[in-house]
Nanobody, 129 residues
């Protein structure tokens, strides 16, 4: 069974940090690009960071570059998203995602969410000003 399960969301003040975790089962990290989307009320789901299945390169949306860091622990089949210097506009539901067909750099662009094969259930992040 393919499954992604997020944890680590919560409430934080602007400037603070959170670390999200995504525990993956049935998802081979050398087959699937794995990473994170987020969705704020009234907005489309936005790809924010992915690790490539081919070599582990990391990609970030411009909106989070320099503040968020994605990493993985292959032994634990877990992907992390360290979020620093959080802003109120980072408030969203964050979804872990896995996709084997679309190249990782494209997953942080446009409406790539339409092509994602596997989704987690989401974890909510609220950043107060």
């Amino acid at each position: 069974e393919v499954r992604l399960e997020e944890s680590g969301g919560g409430f934080v003040q602007a400037g603070g940090s959170l670390r999200l975790s995504c525990a993956a089962s049935g998802v081979a990290f050398d087959v699937y690009n794995i990473g994170w989307f987020r969705q704020s009320p009234g907005k489309e789901r936005e790809g924010i960071s992915f690790i490539s299945s081919a070599g582990g390169s990391k990609y970030y949306a411009d909106s989070v570059k320099g503040r968020f860091t994605i990493s993985s622990d292959n032994a634990k089949n877990t992907v992390y998203l360290q979020m620093n210097n959080l802003k109120p506009e980072d408030t969203a539901v964050y979804f872990c995602a896995a996709e084997s067909r679309v190249p990782a750099p494209l997953l942080v662009l446009g409406d790539s969410y339409r092509h994602v094969e596997v989704w987690g259930q989401g974890t909510e992040v609220t950043v107060s000003s």
